[in-house]
């Protein structure tokens, strides 16, 4: 049974930065990519980050680019999302996914084609 357990979350100010963590078990994957989703109450669920995990390659948001980084360690089943920079509008809970197997880039932003998802952590940050 494929399992996401996220961690990481809590309330930071403005500017401030936080890094979350997703560990995923279960399974093992020739071909994944991990996504971070973040749902604000009241709005869609929008793609913030991925990563395909052979090479590494990775695709943001454009609300992120620059203040987000996402990054795997393969030995420890593990996805990062390192945030800095943090603003207000940042607020959502946040989901770590897996894909599998990895789709092509075009799907890579696309909520409903990943498989797997964590349980969702949340993020604050106060002006």
């Known amino acids: 049974q494929v399992q996401l357990v996220e961690s990481g979350g809590g309330s930071v100010q403005a500017g401030g930065s936080l890094r979350l963590s997703c560990v995923f078990s279960g399974g093992t994957f020739s071909s994944l990519r991990m996504g971070w989703f973040r749902q604000a109450p009241g709005k869609e669920r929008e793609f913030v980050t991925a990563i395909r995990w052979s090479d590494s390659s990775t695709g943001y948001s454009d609300s992120v680019k620059g203040r987000f980084t996402i990054s795997r360690d393969m030995a420890k089943n593990t996805v990062y999302l390192q945030m800095n920079s943090l603003k207000p509008e940042d607020t959502a809970v946040y989901y770590c996914?897996?894909?599998?197997?990895?789709?092509?880039?075009?799907?890579?932003?696309?909520?409903?084609?990943?498989?797997?998802w964590g349980q969702g952590t949340q993020v604050t940050v106060s002006s």
């Open positions: 996914a897996l894909q599998v197997p990895a789709t092509s880039v075009a799907f890579a932003r696309l909520w409903r084609r990943y498989d797997y």
